[in-house]
């Protein structure tokens, strides 16, 4: 047991409570708060100086595996290879202050378990297994003179692949519940096309409408859902309609489309520091003209993309998308968007709004009795300077706790 004591708390139920609270922690839930102080027989007492307490940030797009930015090569990786670079971006992440993230394509079942069990560092896990693509859709890397089999062995099982290629209702039913009973907390699919693949072009729809129905089916009957890599107006509205949860970048949204989201209650994540990344280092790690030349394209849209949504009322998370040496951005996703939207309200999307997501709100994301005890200690206020939460790596950050276990300890 572990008491946090002369905690300021900061969550979506707490902008500006200069209230000192203690926070006693459990078997890795939060047991109690209480204003003031807080005795417990037995319990170990942190005192953080009336720091800020809030809960760990949660990424809900990201690719665990991707530590090549070139995902056609990173497919063709040594599986043991492709497993053992994930470790370093694993550990990065929780060090961060990421408790928690969504693999958006590539991470498997053996992961999240080896995390789950220590075998490895790092924030929980919720996989998707292989994201589900079209035949020339956004997981075919595949250039226009390649004609071999892109999965000669029935699917895409190389750890290092983010993606299978599935084509036809019954086919796509049948690879949902293969990545189901493979542990998959949630389907993704490729709805349109997109930046990192060589032969779809942004405006393409991707999968018929009777596919993308057999998908949410089969998710439903999986108590779960799917997520939709889509970036066009069209391609948007088209899968919300069809009863997708989440829209992944959704760059070239508008405001027809923003409005159809809110109606169907539709998530968005936005992932806009990938674009603003790609653009600074893309070409050193190995990125194509072509596929520099389509994301310049959806990087300038994304800021007016994130006012749309806003405007429309589209609850958000936070996604980074983040491919090879570029994880290392990944907190500055928080500064691109406080820029148009406060810094509060990026903080409840980074916590409160990822729990939302994750069908784990009220146990993730928030300071609250019963939740888990994923908790962040920062030296100062991020709702007054949300740089804390991104300065150097996350400096600021001075103690990180997952289920109530501390991957980083502040000083006493």
């Keep these: 047991m572990i008491i946090l004591k002369n905690c300021r708390i900061l969550d979506v139920n707490h902008e500006h409570d200069q209230t000192h609270y203690s926070i006693l922690v459990a078997k890795g839930k939060i047991e109690k708060i209480v204003a003031g102080d807080l005795q417990k027989d037995g319990a170990?007492?942190?005192?953080?100086?009336?720091?800020?307490?809030?809960?760990?940030?949660?990424?809900?797009?990201?690719?665990?595996?991707?530590?090549?930015a070139n995902l056609g090569l990173n497919g063709r990786l040594p599986n043991t290879l492709a497993i053992l670079?994930?470790?370093?971006?694993?550990?990065?992440?929780?060090?961060?202050?990421?408790?928690?993230?969504?693999d958006a394509g590539g991470?498997?079942?053996?992961?999240?378990?080896?995390?789950?069990?220590?075998?490895?560092?790092?924030?929980?896990?919720?996989t998707s297994g292989k994201a589900l693509s079209q035949t020339g859709g956004h997981a075919d890397f595949r250039d226009r003179y390649d004609n071999s089999d892109p999965d000669p062995c029935g699917c895409n099982r190389n750890a290092g692949a983010i993606g299978r290629i599935v084509d036809g209702v019954d086919a796509i039913r049948k690879a949902v519940r293969e990545e189901m009973r493979g542990g998959a907390n949630q389907i993704k699919i490729m709805a349109s096309g997109g930046v990192a693949s060589p032969t779809d072009p942004i405006g393409n729809f991707q999968f018929s409408v009777d596919e993308i129905k057999a998908v949410v089916e089969e998710a439903h009957s999986h108590q779960t859902y799917v997520m939709a890599h889509a970036y066009t107006a069209a391609a948007i509205t088209r899968v919300a309609q069809l009863g997708v949860k989440t829209i992944e970048h959704g760059n070239l949204i508008d405001d027809e489309a923003a409005a159809v989201m809110a109606r169907h209650g539709t998530y968005a994540v936005p992932t806009l520091v990938t674009y603003d990344a790609m653009s600074k280092v893309g070409k050193q790690q190995g990125l194509s003209d072509e596929t520099l030349a389509k994301n310049e394209n959806v990087r300038l849209q994304g800021i007016e993309a994130l006012k749309i949504l806003h405007r429309h009322g589209v609850k958000m998370g936070i996604g980074s998308d983040l491919l090879g040496d570029m994880q290392q951005f990944q907190t500055e996703e928080l500064e691109i968007r406080a820029r148009i939207l406060g810094n509060f309200e990026v903080i409840c999307q980074a916590t409160a709004t990822g729990a939302e997501i994750l069908d784990r709100a009220g146990k993730l994301g928030v300071i609250a009795e019963g939740a888990c005890?994923?908790?962040?200690?920062?030296?100062?206020d991020p709702v007054q300077d949300i740089s804390l939460l991104v300065k150097n790596q996350g400096e600021k950050i001075v103690g990180v706790m997952k289920d109530g276990t501390w991957a980083r300890q502040p000083a006493r």
């Design 44 to 68: 170990s007492v942190l005192d953080v100086g009336g720091k800020t307490v809030m809960p760990g940030l949660i990424d809900c797009h990201v690719h665990v595996i991707a530590s090549v």
């Design 85 to 102: 670079r994930a470790v370093p971006i694993l550990q990065g992440m929780l060090e961060r202050g990421f408790t928690t993230v969504r």
């Design 107 to 126: 991470a498997d079942y053996a992961l999240a378990r080896a995390i789950e069990d220590g075998t490895i560092d790092g924030p929980r896990l919720f």
């Design 373 to 380: 005890a994923d908790l962040l200690v920062v030296d100062g």
